[in-house]
């Protein structure tokens, strides 16, 4: 079982939909990141959160240590928020961030 | 700011043929990583730096080397490429070794091996 684990796998939405995406990991961790990237892109980092949450224009990120669980919601999605969403966890006590698979979202207009 | 800048973009090698590819940052960052990105999974930590002069092996560190020999510049070397080792390849960085401050990324280099 991978340590961290994202779901879905894919997401197709219209363009306006509220889209959640999930991130579940099994390890104890200092710190959680969203990241974004474009098709054929980088990657972008979106959040980085140890506890709460955390909001940046139609993205919100939150976190629930005590569940090992994080959640990425889009508002109002739009054609332009498509790609790739990725989340990694920080290792407890070490230097070492692992990455789940990806969710791959798609908003179509 | 350039931030994190990764040459080459796309290559094409024979298997056998040895490349490096070359990660720049200008954000002054101690740590710097190299990771590939293969269909399906999460990415993986190939070797990563703690400073100038310093590396360290990563999840999957066979088949590569690399060389931290300016604090600015984290090059990774392929000396005897494979077909396995096709994949888009990641340089990041971070100003600690806790990320506290976060990750950089580059844009990646897409390395076709036949």
């Known amino acids: 079982k991978n340590e961290v684990e994202q779901s879905p796998q894919n997401l197709t939405a219209q363009e306006g939909e509220f889209i959640t995406i999930n991130c579940s990991y099994s390890?104890?961790?200092?710190?959680l990141h969203w990241l974004q990237q474009h098709p054929g892109g980088g990657i972008v980092s979106l959040f980085m959160l140890s506890s709460g949450k955390k909001k940046h224009g139609r993205l919100i990120a939150t976190i629930n240590i005590q569940e090992k669980h994080s959640s990425l919601h889009i508002t109002a999605s739009h054609p332009r928020d498509s790609a790739v969403y990725i989340c990694?966890?920080?290792?407890?006590?070490?230097?070492?961030?692992?990455f789940g698979a990806g969710t791959i979202l798609r908003v179509k207009s | 700011n350039a931030g994190v800048t990764q040459t080459p973009k796309f290559r094409v090698l024979k298997t056998g043929q040895s490349m490096t590819l070359l990660c720049a940052q200008d954000?002054?960052?101690?740590?710097m990583y190299w990771y590939r990105q293969d269909p399906g999974m999460g990415l993986r930590l190939i070797h990563y730096s703690v400073g100038e002069g310093t590396t360290a092996k990563g999840e999957v560190p066979d088949g590569y080397n690399v060389s931290r020999l300016k604090k600015q510049n984290f090059l990774l070397g392929l000396e005897s490429a494979a077909p396995s080792q096709t994949s888009v390849y990641f340089c990041?960085?971070?100003?600690?070794?806790?990320?506290?401050?976060?990750?950089?990324f580059g844009s990646g280099t897409r390395l076709t091996v036949v």
């Open positions: 954000m002054n960052h101690e740590y």
């Open positions: 390890v104890g961790i200092s710190a």
């Open positions: 990694a966890v920080r290792v407890e006590y070490g230097n070492k961030l692992v």
């Open positions: 990041a960085s971070s100003l600690s070794g806790t990320g506290g401050y976060g990750y950089t």
